[in-house]
Each structure stands twice: as structure tokens, then as C-alpha cells.
């Protein structure tokens, strides 16, 4: 285990690791062991009784956070003719069509988020490698292949996030900021948990939910019960 430093150590002895808290008792935690001098993230950590090797074990969507996620989003779009207008007239912060995709294959990936229109993804399959690699590349399902370009970009930069389980079953999403307050937490968290929870395929068999955790940036993990993940969480 690495050396942890004084402040963290210190934050670290207000949280019992053994213990599952309540969604509300870990927000709290949370919010009082971050101790960095910027607006720490706080990130969601789940662990999900799933196989990602088997075709229909894997999950991923997208959800709007009901109090965003206090993070400005850099939005990319690849497409042609009104849509690229559209799309800047939405705020995407890049635009463009081949010459975009040229750009991405030489390197660039200075976003958070890449839209796609349907007929530019014969296109921007060639970049399959590099965005795949990254979780980058546009899909149906997360909803960035879309010609409902203005309203996609107007989505995620109010707070629409997407979720996926990488190859070990493990989802991470962030769901806020430090400053915000604890009920606006406990929103996002609980719109979060619910879809993961909706998303769970129908083949797994046995615990979905293995383990919740979130934590601030700097700060020390807090975990929570999965059975009481969707108690006292606001509406």
C-alpha cells in the first residue's frame, strides 16, 4: 500500500473501512474528509456481478444529473451540412466533418464528449482504435450518434453523463462537487444507482450490486450499503 500523506491520513480516520454507510451518512463523510484547496470531484465507484466478455453482460447508458455535475463539459461533434451549424449554434465547442477526423487520428482528443450524425460513423469507425481505447467513441446507445444534435449537446452540458463497466465490472461516474450540497449529491446518486439498477441484465444471476463507493478527489473512500442505496435518497 503506498504512503498516504498527513492530511489524507488524518481525514481517513473519520471513515470506517469495514463499515457500510447509508447513501445520506456518505455524503456527509464525504464532504467533511476532503481537505485539497481546489472543489474536489466526487466520483461513484461500483463493482457489478457481471461478466463483460459475454455479450449481453455489458452495461452502459446515459442519465441526466438532476443538479449537473458542476464540470464544464467539451463537447465534439463530426458531421456535415446543417448539422454542423446546429451543433455550434448548441455550444459544441468542436465542430467539423473529415477534417475533424483527420485531426483525432493524428493525436487530438481534446474532449470530453464526441457526437457523431449516423452518416458520418462509415467515417469515424476508422478511429475505432483511439477512441475506443479512451471510452470516446460515439454510440447509439449512449446516445452520442444522434441527428438530434442541439438538444444531445444541450443534455450533456446541463449534466447528462454516461456510464459504462469496463472489463472488470467496475462503473465509475462522477456526481457532483465538494460544494455542493449534500441533497444535491444525494440526487445525482440516487438517478445513478436507479439506472444502474434498471440496466441490469437479465442473465445475471446472484449479487449485482458487489460494492458501492464514493469519495472525494484527494479524500478517502467512503462505502455504501447497496440495500440501503436507495434510502432516504431525495426525489
Known amino acids: 500500500m503506498k504512503d498516504r500523506g498527513k492530511k489524507y491520513t488524518e481525514k481517513a480516520k473519520t471513515v ?10 456518505a455524503v456527509k463523510l464525504v464532504k467533511q474528509s476532503s481537505f485539497a484547496k481546489f472543489d474536489e470531484s466526487v466520483d461513484l465507484a461500483v463493482v457489478l456481478g457481471i461478466d463483460p466478455k459475454k455479450g449481453g453482460e455489458q452495461v452502459r447508458g446515459t442519465v441526466s444529473l438532476p443538479a449537473g455535475t458542476g464540470k464544464t463539459i467539451k463537447i465534439g461533434v463530426i458531421a456535415k451540412g446543417d448539422k454542423l451549424s446546429e451543433a455550434s449554434k448548441a455550444g459544441a465547442d468542436f465542430v467539423g466533418g473529415e ?32 477512441l475506443g481505447a479512451k471510452g470516446l467513441m460515439p454510440n447509439p446507445k ?10 444531445t449537446i444541450s443534455e450533456f452540458k446541463t449534466g447528462r453523463v454516461e456510464f459504462r463497466a469496463d472489463k472488470s465490472g467496475g462503473v465509475h461516474v462522477k456526481i457532483g462537487k465538494v ?26 444471476k446472484g449479487i449485482y450490486m458487489k460494492s458501492l463507493t464514493i469519495s472525494s478527489t484527494m479524500g478517502p473512500g467512503v462505502k455504501i450499503d447497496p440495500k440501503k442505496a436507495s434510502a432516504g435518497v431525495p426525489e
Request: hydrophobic fraction near 40%; proline fraction near 4%.
Open 16 to 25: 470506517e473501512r469495514a463499515k457500510l454507510y447509508s447513501p445520506a451518512e
Open 99 to 130: 477534417d475533424l477526423i483527420e485531426k483525432i487520428k493524428g493525436g487530438w482528443l481534446d474532449f470530453d464528449v464526441l457526437m457523431a450524425t449516423p452518416d458520418m460513423m462509415a467515417s469515424v469507425g476508422k478511429l475505432g482504435k483511439i
Open 142 to 151: 449512449s446516445g452520442t450518434v444522434t441527428f438530434d444534435v442541439g438538444k
Open 179 to 204: 460544494s455542493f450540497t449534500e441533497d444535491n449529491l444525494l440526487k445525482n446518486f440516487g438517478v445513478i444507482f436507479d439506472a444502474l439498477t434498471r440496466a441490469k441484465p437479465s442473465s445475471v
